[in-house]
């Protein structure tokens, strides 16, 4: 059963730079793709992009490309989530899931815990 | 690539039945994709309800279903209860880094 635990809460200035862990525990961390998506105050859900630990590629919603960077440890299979030239609209709950994904569908199972990113000056 | 469209808010009493829909375009829940839900109550992470359309996770209740129909995906809570009170997203993708959210449907138990 994986179950994955992300970093704590964080709180950046405005053009700095934030990352959040997901520590993914149970069955074999090659065989996940891990995403990161995230959820602003009194907004819906959006996707940003994933990890594929086998396959060593990212993949990243246009939106956030450029400006966001998703890599896998294998040695301690944990997930990482880089966001860069952080703005106030950044501040969100930012969550990892593993997702699966086929031609005809995807979806998000478990998710962790979230992470508070908080962008203030 | 624009949104899914859900209701914002959906109510009904304890035992009823509700249906929250999802719309799509030709190139998402039109073009035969399926349709995840997710169920989001305050303070915690959304959890998985509904996969590909149709199957229900080990563990979620068979109160919970979906379907689709054209580009109209569709979730229906049955015998409605308390905890049931959530936010539920809807989810597809159109395309392997596109993936797409409706905006939420809040429901209320009355």
């Known amino acids: 059963q994986i179950n994955l635990v992300q970093s704590g809460a964080e709180v950046k200035k405005p053009g700095s730079s934030v990352r959040v862990s997901c520590k993914v525990s149970g069955g074999i961390f090659n065989s996940y793709t891990i995403s990161w998506l995230r959820q602003a105050p009194g907004q819906g859900l959006e996707w940003m992009g994933r990890a594929i630990p086998m396959l060593r590629i990212s993949n990243y919603a246009q939106k956030f490309q450029g400006r966001v960077t998703i890599t896998a440890d294998e040695s301690t299979a944990t997930v990482y989530l880089d966001l860069s030239s952080l703005r106030s609209d950044d501040t969100a709950m930012y969550y990892c899931?593993?997702?699966?994904?086929?031609?005809?569908?995807?979806?998000?199972?478990?998710w962790g815990q979230g992470t508070l990113v908080t962008v203030s000056s | 690539q624009s949104a899914l469209t859900q209701p914002a808010s959906v109510s009904g009493s304890p035992g009823q039945s509700i249906t929250i829909s999802c719309t799509g375009a030709?190139?998402?829940?039109?073009?035969?994709?399926?349709v995840s839900w997710y169920q989001h109550s305050p303070g915690n992470s959304p959890t998985l309800i509904i996969s590909e359309g149709t199957k229900r996770p080990s563990g979620v209740s068979d109160r919970f279903s979906g379907s689709t129909s054209g580009n109209t995906a569709s979730l229906t809570i049955s015998g409605l209860q308390a905890d049931d009170e959530a936010v539920y997203y809807c989810?597809?993708?159109?395309?392997?880094?596109?993936?797409?959210f409706g905006g939420g449907t809040k429901l209320t138990v009355l």
């Open positions: 989810s597809s993708h159109a395309g392997y880094e596109t993936v797409l």
């Open positions: 030709s190139s998402d829940v039109g073009s035969d994709k399926l």
């Open positions: 899931a593993r997702d699966q994904w086929d031609s005809r569908s995807i979806w998000f199972d478990p």
